[in-house]
DNA sequence: CCATGTCGTTTACTTTACGTAAGTTAGTAT
DNA sequence: ATACTAACTTACGTAAAGTAAACGACATGG
């Protein structure tokens, strides 16, 4: 295993959007900001999972964590900027994937 | 941990590309045909792994493996028509990582 | 013939990531 | 007090990935 002889900041983009699940809850995001169990149940992601990802998601400045102290308290995670520009990578990706994927596995 | 919601294509998309090092070895071959060391030396994948990953990717019909029983022999990997077709992603993921990833970690 | 080298791949073993299930905390309702 | 929900967190087992060494096919050189 070697050094890369790649672009850095293309290697660490793929690296966030390769790490399981972040692209589903990223697509999942940009369909409006929501909280934890609605993400969790649009597809199938472990509650454990799905909290580490939101913080590592967090960290990366791509989602945005915010609670509003109503009551029941209520949190919500949406998409910053850098995570909205994600989009037309979505985008593709679902192209794709209607173009070359078959409906039944 | 619950079935999906979302279109089952796109999870498969998704799933493949959402694997590691895929992404990266797509995009590799998308600069020509080339063979297992020249991918191996791109970036810092472990042979182990990226024998599996192109023996998955031929599988999903994403890359084809051709031997040249020259001497020494030759295999070269190339993308197929259906890995061709993942070059809008790949590129939507150069211009976000370009746009949005500091250059320096 | 036997040692040496290369390429792609495989095996054995360790480390890291992920999945499952149960527990925690804070607030609300019964 | 008990029960319930949302959002985590902890503990633990399994699966995936990393490391290192070895393998088989072939070629070359002594």
Redesign the interface.
Same mark, same amino acid.
């Given at each position: 295993? %070697?050094? /890369?002889?790649?672009?850095?900041?293309?290697?660490?983009?793929?690296q966030i959007?390769?790490?399981?699940?972040?692209?589903?809850i990223v697509?999942?995001l940009l369909t409006g900001p929501q909280r934890f169990c609605n993400i %969790?149940? /649009?597809?199938?992601?472990?509650g454990r999972i799905l909290s580490e990802r939101l913080k590592y998601l967090e960290q990366e400045g791509i989602v945005k964590r915010e609670v509003y102290p109503e009551t029941p308290v209520r949190i919500e995670y949406s998409l910053t900027e850098?995570g909205i520009?994600?989009a037309?990578?979505i985008?593709?990706?679902?192209?794709?994937?209607?173009?070359?994927?078959?409906?039944a596995?």
């Open positions: 295993m %070697e050094k /890369s002889t790649i672009c850095p900041r293309f290697e660490k983009g793929m959007l390769s790490k399981r699940w972040t692209g589903l697509s999942q %969790e149940s /649009s597809f199938p992601i472990s850098k520009a994600l037309p990578v985008r593709e990706i679902q192209n794709w994937s209607t173009d070359w994927i078959e409906p596995q």
